[in-house]
Nanobody, 127 residues
């Protein structure tokens, strides 16, 4: 059974940094695409970043240059380093996993492309 467990969320002032971690259990996704999404009340879950097993990285425009996704395949862990945080980054952040490779996945940016999800971790950025 695949499980994703996130950690690292919290309260930070604008301009600060946080690092989110997501540990994945279940070998079926260890070589697939990993992603981070976020959601605020009343809005749809939106793409933040994704990483392929080989290290290709993709970012949503509003976070590019401030956020960095990385993964340690040996530890089945994916990270999201968030720098220069802004109040508008406040959201629940979700780790997501797909067993499909970059060439198999329909869209890195779509919620529906990911089969497994973490429970979410709250990130709050105060002004």
């Amino acid at each position: 059974q695949v499980q994703l467990v996130e950690s690292g969320g919290g309260l930070v002032q604008a301009g600060g940094s946080l690092r989110l971690s997501c540990v994945i259990s279940g070998s079926t996704v260890s070589s697939g695409v990993m992603g981070w999404f976020r959601q605020t009340p009343g809005k749809e879950r939106e793409f933040v970043a994704a990483s392929t097993w080989s290290g290709l990285k993709y970012y949503e425009d509003l976070v590019r240059g401030r956020f960095t996704i990385s993964r340690d395949n040996a530890k089945n862990t994916v990270y999201l380093q968030m720098n220069s945080l802004k109040p508008e980054d406040t959201a629940v952040y979700y780790c997501a996993a797909s067993p499909r490779t970059f060439y198999q996945i329909r869209s890195l940016y779509a919620v529906s492309s990911y089969d497994y999800w973490g429970q979410g971790t709250q990130v709050t950025v105060s002004s």
